[in-house]
């Protein structure tokens, strides 16, 4: 799975890189491929503790099914996510499954799937990262590049929000990340046989 972020800047889209140091209200979007076909969750847990689903959703698009060798833009619609909240590391989650997950209205209690949790009480806050230049790659390409930023493995599954927790089939998988210009590719060996979750963090001011 290839993924890379695009940058509004005066009116077009660029590919940067998906360690850049987000200024506040900067617009961003996601350009995704894969080799395979699967279905696409996106989730994001902001630096104010707030959780919420941003792919697939009426606003950003419904059709979140995934065939290999095209590219995909997430949020699908004719629009951006605005980087917002304080300075930190927004936690979006990637999720990739064999099969569609239904909504809980049409599948039997013990196996539904609740995209979202519940709510954090007001003025949570997460123990989120202080974005950080890289002093050598800064002066080298004249941006703000975080090293800690970008995408990651998922530590465990108990670091998981509780809702993804449950996503039936989950289980520690070997992930390989490989860092390209303008993008990164996550693998993993073998067919896809069951969801695969992995974060990207976003660094913002």
């Known amino acids: ?24 209200d900067a617009q961003v979007r996601f350009r995704v491929r894969t080799n395979f076909a699967g279905w696409l969750y996106v989730m994001n847990q902001g630096t104010t503790g707030s959780y919420s689903l941003l ?8 059709q979140n099914r995934l065939e290999p ?9 004719a629009g951006a996510f605005k980087v917002t909240g304080p300075s930190g590391h927004d936690i979006v989650y990637w999720m990739v499954t064999p099969v569609e997950i239904t909504s809980s209205e049409s599948r039997p209690p013990a196996s539904s799937y609740v995209p979202l949790p519940p709510p954090p009480p007001p003025g949570t806050k997460l123990n989120t990262l202080t974005p950080r230049c890289d002093d050598s790659i800064f002066k080298a390409r004249g941006e703000c590049i ?16 509780d809702n993804l ?30 969801p695969v979750i992995y974060e990207f963090r976003l660094s913002h001011k």
């Not at 799975?1 to 506040?24: H, N, Q, Y």
């Not at 449950?166 to 073998?190: H, M, N």
Request: hydrophobic fraction near 35%; proline fraction near 7%.
């Open 165 to 194: 927790k449950d996503v039936q089939g989950l289980k520690s998988r070997e992930l390989v990340f490989i860092k390209e210009k303008g993008g990164a590719v996550v693998s993993t060996p073998g067919n896809l046989k069951g």
């Open 55 to 62: 792919f697939p959703r009426e606003d950003t698009g419904s």
């Open 146 to 161: 975080d090293s800690t930023a970008g995408p990651r493995k998922v530590t465990s599954v108990e670091a998981l929000p």
């Open 1 to 24: 799975m290839e993924i890379k972020v695009e940058l509004r800047r005066e009116g077009a889209w660029k590919i940067v890189d998906p360690s850049t140091v987000f200024d506040k």
């Open 69 to 77: 060798d095209r590219d995909y833009i997430v949020p699908a619609a």
